[in-house]
């Protein structure tokens, strides 16, 4: 079964400190990994995408690793600021029949504090 | 250029009515994507168009649900008749290519009462 599991389910961190994001799937035929912020009330926006071959990438203060072997992903924020407030959702696309279907994890809601 | 557009941002329906959610892509994008997500649980596939035709549907939870893309433009979903479990938020994407980025809309919130 095609899975995205995420953690953890909510994380609070003090502005200016760093956090990483936990991502484990088991998808299959695996396409790419992306992470989304969504802001509370608005849709999904895209951060990264990497494919088999890419072991991390970078997006401003957010950088996103992967391991294709262990099936991991991690979304590392650094110098964290009140507006990474926000849910952050593990996206995995299975290439299913010539095209790429997403699924989604739970995603993990993290909150800044000042 | 105008991102993916969605109306209602809001709906608050009683059980057994009907609502129709509206998605208007971004401008030359073929693929459409309705997703939705119930109950604070993971956003999940509805299904596909690629212009006016239906790609996948596999992910449409029963016949009350019915999508359409006519002329290959905006999509309606409609929840016909609406029941308790159908409450969530149910999002659009669209993108240029299949295998492409896709971007989603600020999503309908449905509230069924």
């Known amino acids: 079964k095609n899975q995205v599991e995420q953690s953890p389910q909510s994380l609070i961190i003090l502005e200016g400190k760093n956090c990483t994001l936990q991502c484990n799937y088991t998808v299959s035929p695996f396409s790419n990994l992306r992470w989304y912020k969504q802001d509370t009330g608005r849709g999904p926006v895209s951060l990264t995408i990497m494919t088999f071959s890419e072991n991390t990438k970078s997006n401003g203060r957010y950088t996103a690793t992967l391991d294709a072997d262990t099936k991991q992903s991690s979304l590392h924020i650094t110098a964290s600021q009140l507006s990474d407030s926000a849910s952050y959702i593990c996206v995995v696309s299975a290439s299913l029949g010539g095209y790429n279907k997403l699924i989604f994890g739970a995603g993990t809601r993290l909150a800044v504090h000042p | 250029e105008a991102g993916v557009t969605q109306f209602p941002s809001h709906s608050v329906i009683e059980k057994g009515q009907t609502v129709t959610l509206r998605c208007d892509p971004i401008?030359?994008?073929?693929?459409l994507y309705w997703y939705r997500r119930v109950m604070g649980k993971e956003i999940k596939f509805l299904l596909h168009?690629?212009?006016?035709?239906?790609?996948?549907e596999s992910g449409m939870p029963n016949n009350r649900f019915l999508a359409e893309r006519t002329g290959g433009t905006y999509s309606t979903l409609k929840v016909q008749p609406a029941e308790l479990e159908d409450s969530g938020v149910y999002f659009c994407?669209?993108?240029?290519?299949?295998?492409?980025?896709?971007?989603f809309g600020q999503g309908t919130r449905l509230t069924v009462v």
């Open positions: 168009f690629v212009k006016e035709s239906k790609q996948d």
């Open positions: 994407a669209s993108s240029q290519e299949m295998n492409t980025e896709a971007f």
């Open positions: 401008s030359g994008h073929d693929n």
